[in-house]
């Protein structure tokens, strides 16, 4: 590395630079900053300690120490070593079998089989996968005001997943940003793409839903930036960046990728309930197939059935109404091009939506209420519900002479009919309005009946809950008039639940209104995409290849009744599911154009798709889309993609990045300490299949991770951040870890992988009014779940769960790809009271007196054993010993209460060790607190 020394006004001013190049190039601003070349391989320098190296990394680091005058830490003792790798790879400390048998194994390998174990143990993704989620911005809620909940957990096993079979990097970020678009694209690849769907969603009520879009646009635009690229990119969402050459036309290149599919939420399934619906699947083909086989001229039948229901609907003409803003509830309606409404924005759990319409269509005999699919809506809708139903409590319609709109007449209906009609049901308990009234949904006709407790309800079971409905309402007396009329519609949607933070609406999602002037209409009761598919065909030769057409047709078969009930009944068997933010493309392109000062309402110049020109060039006829740029991000070319992942995870290591700030490569970033290092890395990284293992196995095999934290007096001034790498790392572990380790140690840790987020115990304050903006479910986990991996802890953005947040973790309003780490004394008070920290020290004292010996010394051994993977010094035998005995003596005294420590409500009922009384183990409880509180309990060294 070159310096280049300037006068300016007095002062000599230094810049480093990287190479003869660079420093000659004559003019400085004019110079490539390092990181926007692509890596190149250099040659590990040579070193003078040439036994201290184990592999190229030890060569870097070892040189800079020797050009320093310096000369590295001793190895740190085995079983210092084993629970530092065993936090560094799964997150938990080793266990004491685990402890015990590296410890005995003295062969040369010993290291290398546990390094294996670690990397081939499924906690293994859940600790580097939550490396990734911070990055990802994960949360479980939507943030900003109403902050409710959402399913999203499914992109969370995801990541978990993709690091436990060591997904290729560049693999790992084409499925997040492009997966829907790969060549048969399943559930996974789809799931991928919640990395971009994890931006805050605003559903309060008054919001432009366009300008909380792009809002989320820009936060993925952020997101890719640093977690990505390693670069700032949204300086130049308002103007030109004012350090690296990225112009802001260059960054709505790159947004125009983004900027052209639906905000979906895909319905999806765990790999049993996978299994379940093929089962249920099978079974109806079977059904079928035996149908076919027993009618051998169920053909020609079809055909003639579908000859007969081709072109024998009435004519339906759409009608454009203008809603009444007053009416929504705050809920905003997205008039579409084919005259359908699309809810948007908040969603109110009651209100009656007014629409109105000017029209000359004489002689209407009747109504069509579309209920219509969109990808915005849950599991595509119709409805909003959180299972994609909804539900009409009542369909009025009034009309009045165009020039005399104040004379309403409330139009009378001879009756109704629909494509589903099922059975009155009351509501789910999520729907409860706290009225103390039955509230059901049922047939068509409940939404004529005047009663605000019936609902016309669509939501017939899973499995064919979320498909296009109609409902066709008869007029009593044909609307006749010789002038143009006012029509106004009062769609009523009163069966949601009683908190709208909570996703308690049961809204129609999509609907449009048609109208006809046939006699006695009746709604077609053909699926919608089945009566598209045959109008669209003039003949049967295309119909009769979707097997759609035949599972329709045999329901009319009365001879049949007996199988159709057995798939019927079949289909109920049918997983419930869940549904997952995705990304879902649009069927055109959205113009894209920069925005002056950043903002939607100031659109400048169209772009199109494109990519900085300070970078490397996209591929020659590649097709403008996210999955050309995803491609891009992760071509070899790339100059920063590989050198920041590699960083990140050298800081997750050490505490700090080879380049100090890992969200930052750009041209205002400090130089990185070991600039050859980072290159190096970056190209073994790509060269062996981008694949984390082989990262990992590279620096936890080093000399320079297996170094000693011990920090001598000379290091303490030469080099207090440890930037030379001339010692271990110590630090405390991340919040998540800090929790998973009391768990692990007390024996109380549940190991499951994946699935739903949990809720421990938390203060119900914190979910209500004032503290919350409204209330939110924190229903506390009476079981396993509340001793879950704090990877798990339910997350929301607007009340982060307090014992992670005093720990430092973030609450995904943005990407974090470098924590802060803080030392305060409450968390210390946390780590002594939190309601399942203490569960842990008291679970941890029962086992220490169960299995830890009878002997006090044996118990203690044990206990440090267990919690700091070594033994304790006589002076501390002698300290803890002195702690116990005050404790005693301190219940004794009643200055303490057994029962409270122990946690039990009589003291006869606690299940106490064998041979242990309750004053013992409540002293053992404090002991336990303290052993866990230890600062080197919640660090890594």
Same mark, same amino acid.
């Given at each position: 590395?070159?310096?280049?020394?300037?006068?300016?006004?007095?002062?000599?001013?230094?810049?480093?630079?990287?190479?003869?190049?660079?420093?000659?190039?004559?003019?400085?601003?004019?110079?490539?900053?390092?990181?926007?070349?692509?890596?190149?391989?250099?040659?590990?320098?040579?070193?003078?300690?040439?036994?201290?190296?184990?592999?190229?990394?030890?060569?870097?680091?070892?040189?800079?120490?020797?050009?320093?005058?310096?000369?590295?830490?001793?190895?740190?003792?085995?079983?210092?070593?084993?629970?530092?790798?065993?936090?560094?790879?799964?997150?938990?400390?080793?266990?004491?079998?685990?402890?015990?048998?590296?410890?005995?194994?003295?062969?040369?390998?010993?290291?290398?089989?546990?390094?294996?174990?670690?990397?081939?143990?499924?906690?293994?993704?859940?600790?580097?996968?939550?490396?990734?989620?911070?990055?990802?911005?994960?949360?479980?809620?939507?943030?900003?005001?109403?902050?409710?909940?959402?399913?999203?957990?499914?992109?969370?096993?995801?990541?978990?997943?993709?690091?436990?079979?060591?997904?290729?990097?560049?693999?790992?970020?084409?499925?997040?940003?492009?997966?829907?678009?790969?060549?048969?694209?399943?559930?996974?690849?789809?799931?991928?793409?919640?990395?971009?769907?994890?931006?805050?969603?605003?559903?309060?009520?008054?919001?432009?839903?366009?300008?909380? =879009?792009?809002?989320?646009?820009?936060?993925?635009?952020?997101?890719?930036?640093?977690?990505?690229?390693?670069?700032?990119?949204?300086?130049?969402?308002?103007?030109?960046?004012?350090?690296?050459?990225?112009?802001?036309?260059?960054?709505?290149?790159?947004?125009?990728?983004?900027?052209?599919?639906?905000?979906?939420?895909?319905?999806?399934?765990?790999?049993?309930?996978?299994?379940?619906?093929?089962?249920?699947?099978?079974?109806?083909?079977?059904?079928?197939?035996?149908?076919?086989?027993?009618?051998?001229?169920?053909?020609?039948?079809?055909?003639?059935?579908?000859?007969?229901?081709?072109?024998?609907?009435?004519?339906?003409?759409?009608?454009?109404?203008?809603?009444?803003?007053?009416?929504?509830?705050?809920?905003?309606?997205?008039?579409?091009?084919?005259?359908?409404?699309?809810?948007?924005?908040?969603?109110?759990?009651?209100?009656?939506?007014?629409?109105?319409?000017?029209?000359?269509?004489?002689?209407?005999?009747?109504? #069509?209420?579309?209920?219509?699919?969109?990808?915005?809506?849950?599991?595509?809708?119709?409805? #909003?519900?959180?299972?994609?139903?909804?539900?009409?409590?009542?369909?009025?319609?009034?009309?009045?002479?165009?020039?005399?709109?104040?004379?309403?007449?409330?139009?009378?209906?001879?009756?109704?009919?629909?494509?589903?009609?099922?059975?009155?049901?009351?509501?789910?308990?999520?729907?409860?309005?706290?009225?103390?009234?039955?509230?059901?949904?049922?047939?068509?006709?409940?939404?004529?009946?005047?009663?605000?407790?019936?609902?016309?309800?669509?939501?017939?079971?899973?499995?064919?809950?979320?498909?296009?409905?109609?409902?066709?309402?008869?007029?009593?007396?044909?609307?006749?008039?010789?002038?143009?009329?006012?029509?106004?519609?009062?769609?009523?949607?009163?069966?949601?639940?009683?908190?709208?933070?909570?996703?308690?609406?049961?809204?129609?999602?999509?609907?449009?209104?048609?109208?006809?002037?046939?006699?006695?209409?009746?709604?077609?009761?053909?699926?919608?995409?089945?009566?598209?598919?045959?109008?669209?065909?003039?003949?049967?030769?295309?119909?009769?290849?979707?097997?759609?057409?035949?599972?329709?047709?045999?329901?009319?078969?009365?001879?049949?009744?007996?199988?159709?009930?057995?798939?019927?009944?079949?289909?109920?068997?049918?997983?419930?599911?869940?549904?997952?933010?995705?990304?879902?493309?649009?069927?055109?392109?959205?113009?894209?154009?920069?925005?002056?000062?950043?903002?939607?309402?100031?659109?400048?110049?169209?772009?199109?798709?494109?990519?900085?020109?300070?970078?490397?060039?996209?591929?020659?006829?590649?097709?403008?889309?996210?999955?050309?740029?995803?491609?891009?991000?992760?071509?070899?070319?790339?100059?920063?993609?590989?050198?920041?992942?590699?960083?990140?995870?050298?800081?997750?290591?050490?505490?700090?990045?080879?380049?100090?700030?890992?969200?930052?490569?750009?041209?205002?970033?400090?130089?990185?300490?070991?600039?050859?290092?980072?290159?190096?890395?970056?190209?073994?990284?790509?060269?062996?299949?981008?694949?984390?293992?082989?990262?990992?196995?590279?620096?936890?095999?080093?000399?320079?991770?297996?170094?000693?934290?011990?920090?001598?007096?000379?290091?303490?001034?030469?080099?207090?951040?440890?930037?030379?790498?001339?010692?271990?790392? #110590?630090?405390?572990?991340?919040?998540?870890?800090?929790?998973?380790?009391?768990?692990?140690?007390?024996?109380?840790?549940?190991?499951?992988?994946?699935?739903?987020?949990?809720?421990?115990?938390?203060?119900?304050?914190?979910?209500?009014?004032?503290?919350?903006?409204?209330?939110?479910?924190?229903?506390?986990?009476?079981?396993?779940?509340?001793?879950?991996?704090?990877?798990?802890?339910?997350?929301?953005?607007?009340?982060?769960?307090?014992?992670?947040?005093?720990?430092?973790?973030?609450?995904?309003?943005?990407?974090?790809?470098?924590?802060?780490?803080?030392?305060?004394?409450?968390?210390?008070?946390?780590?002594?009271?939190?309601?399942?920290?203490?569960?842990?020290?008291?679970?941890?004292?029962?086992?220490?007196?169960?299995?830890?010996?009878?002997?006090?010394?044996?118990?203690?051994?044990?206990?440090?054993?267990?919690?700091?993977?070594?033994?304790?010094?006589?002076?501390?035998?002698?300290?803890?010993?002195?702690?116990?005995?005050?404790?005693?003596?301190?219940?004794?005294?009643?200055?303490?209460?057994?029962?409270?420590?122990?946690?039990?409500?009589?003291?006869?009922?606690?299940?106490?060790?064998?041979?242990?009384?309750?004053?013992?183990?409540?002293?053992?409880?404090?002991?336990? =607190?303290?052993?866990?509180?230890?600062?080197?309990?919640?660090?890594?060294?």
């Amino acid at each position: 590395m070159n310096r280049i020394h300037l006068v300016i006004a007095g002062l000599v001013v230094s810049f480093s630079c990287f190479s003869e190049v660079e420093c000659s190039a004559g003019s400085l601003q004019k110079a490539k900053h390092w990181a926007f070349d692509p890596p190149v391989r250099p040659d590990p320098p040579s070193v003078g300690n040439a036994s201290w190296v184990r592999n190229p990394i030890d060569h870097f680091i070892l040189s800079r120490l020797e050009k320093e005058g310096l000369q590295p830490a001793p190895q740190a003792e085995r079983s210092q070593l084993i629970r530092r790798v065993s936090l560094d790879l799964i997150g938990l400390p080793p266990g004491l079998d685990q402890l015990d048998a590296f410890l005995e194994d003295k062969g040369e390998g010993a290291y290398t089989k546990l390094v294996e174990k670690l990397l081939q143990s499924a906690h293994y993704g859940e600790k580097w996968g939550r490396h990734w989620l911070d990055a990802a911005r994960y949360s479980d809620s939507d943030g900003f005001e109403k902050d409710k909940s959402r399913e999203v957990w499914f992109y969370r096993d995801w990541v978990i997943q993709a690091f436990n079979r060591d997904l290729p990097y560049d693999q790992f970020i084409i499925q997040q940003l492009a997966g829907d678009l790969l060549p048969g694209a399943g559930q996974e690849e789809h799931v991928a793409t919640g990395f971009l769907r994890n931006s805050m969603i605003n559903e309060e009520g008054g919001i432009d839903p366009e300008q909380f =879009r792009m809002e989320a646009m820009f936060d993925r635009m952020d997101a890719i930036g640093k977690s990505i690229l390693g670069l700032t990119i949204q300086c130049a969402q308002c103007h030109d960046h004012k350090y690296d050459p990225m112009s802001q036309e260059d960054y709505y290149k790159i947004f125009s990728f983004l900027n052209n599919d639906h905000e979906a939420l895909l319905a999806v399934y765990t790999p049993a309930e996978h299994q379940v619906r093929a089962g249920v699947f099978q079974r109806i083909n079977e059904l079928e197939q035996d149908l076919k086989h027993r009618n051998p001229d169920w053909e020609k039948e079809l055909k003639s059935w579908m000859h007969a229901n081709r072109g024998n609907q009435p004519e339906w003409i759409v009608l454009r109404p203008h809603v009444d803003e007053i009416s929504t509830g705050g809920q905003k309606y997205q008039n579409l091009e084919d005259g359908s409404f699309l809810a948007e924005g908040y969603a109110p759990t009651k209100h009656t939506v007014m629409m109105t319409v000017k029209t000359d269509i004489r002689n209407i005999t009747g109504f #069509r209420l579309e209920l219509l699919m969109h990808a915005n809506l849950p599991a595509k809708g119709p409805g #909003r519900s959180i299972k994609g139903t909804g539900a009409l409590t009542e369909f009025e319609v009034d009309v009045a002479p165009a020039v005399s709109p104040d004379q309403k007449i409330k139009i009378k209906f001879s009756g109704a009919t629909s494509d589903i009609n099922l059975p009155d049901r009351p509501l789910d308990p999520i729907y409860d309005d706290r009225s103390g009234r039955r509230r059901s949904t049922g047939p068509v006709s409940y939404a004529l009946d005047g009663n605000g407790d019936t609902a016309w309800g669509i939501d017939s079971n899973p499995a064919t809950r979320n498909q296009a409905r109609k409902a066709v309402f008869v007029v009593e007396q044909a609307i006749e008039s010789e002038a143009d009329i006012l029509l106004t519609f009062r769609i009523n949607q009163a069966h949601g639940g009683w908190n709208s933070d909570d996703n308690q609406n049961q809204n129609l999602g999509r609907f449009r209104i048609s109208v006809t002037t046939s006699v006695n209409p009746e709604a077609d009761p053909l699926p919608k995409v089945l009566r598209d598919a045959l109008e669209s065909q003039r003949d049967d030769s295309g119909a009769l290849d979707m097997p759609a057409f035949f599972s329709y047709w045999r329901t009319t078969v009365k001879e049949w009744k007996a199988v159709n009930d057995e798939i019927n009944a079949l289909l109920k068997t049918h997983p419930e599911g869940t549904t997952q933010l995705v990304l879902s493309p649009m069927k055109g392109m959205r113009d894209t154009r920069v925005l002056k000062r950043g903002s939607f309402l100031t659109p400048d110049q169209s772009v199109v798709g494109g990519v900085p020109g300070f970078l490397h060039d996209l591929p020659e006829d590649a097709p403008l889309n996210r999955l050309t740029f995803a491609r891009w991000l992760v071509d070899r070319k790339s100059p920063t993609t590989a050198r920041a992942i590699v960083n990140r995870v050298w800081q997750s290591y050490f505490g700090i990045g080879l380049v100090e700030t890992s969200e930052d490569l750009g041209t205002q970033s400090p130089q990185p300490s070991h600039p050859e290092l980072l290159d190096w890395l970056a190209v073994e990284f790509m060269e062996h299949g981008w694949s984390f293992k082989k990262l990992h196995r590279l620096i936890v095999h080093s000399s320079t991770y297996r170094q000693s934290s011990m920090m001598t007096s000379g290091l303490v001034v030469r080099d207090p951040a440890n930037r030379l790498f001339a010692r271990g790392p #110590r630090f405390r572990v991340d919040g998540e870890i800090v929790r998973d380790i009391a768990l692990a140690v007390s024996g109380l840790l549940d190991p499951t992988i994946g699935g739903p987020s949990v809720y421990p115990p938390a203060p119900g304050f914190l979910y209500l009014p004032p503290v919350s903006y409204g209330p939110k479910n924190w229903n506390d986990d009476k079981r396993e779940g509340r001793y879950r991996r704090g990877l798990y802890t339910f997350a929301y953005r607007s009340v982060p769960y307090p014992m992670l947040q005093t720990f430092d973790v973030p609450n995904g309003d943005f990407s974090c790809v470098r924590r802060e780490r803080s030392n305060t004394p409450l968390q210390a008070l946390v780590m002594l009271n939190e309601p399942v920290l203490m569960e842990c020290a008291r679970a941890f004292a029962a086992h220490v007196i169960r299995v830890g010996g009878g002997d006090r010394t044996d118990r203690i051994h044990y206990a440090y054993r267990r919690c700091l993977s070594r033994l304790p010094t006589a002076e501390e035998v002698v300290e803890v010993s002195r702690l116990l005995d005050e404790q005693k003596q301190r219940i004794s005294d009643g200055w303490l209460s057994a029962r409270d420590l122990i946690g039990a409500e009589k003291l006869s009922e606690t299940n106490l060790p064998p041979g242990s009384t309750p004053t013992q183990l409540a002293a053992w409880t404090v002991v336990s =607190r303290v052993l866990l509180n230890l600062d080197e309990t919640i660090t890594k060294e």
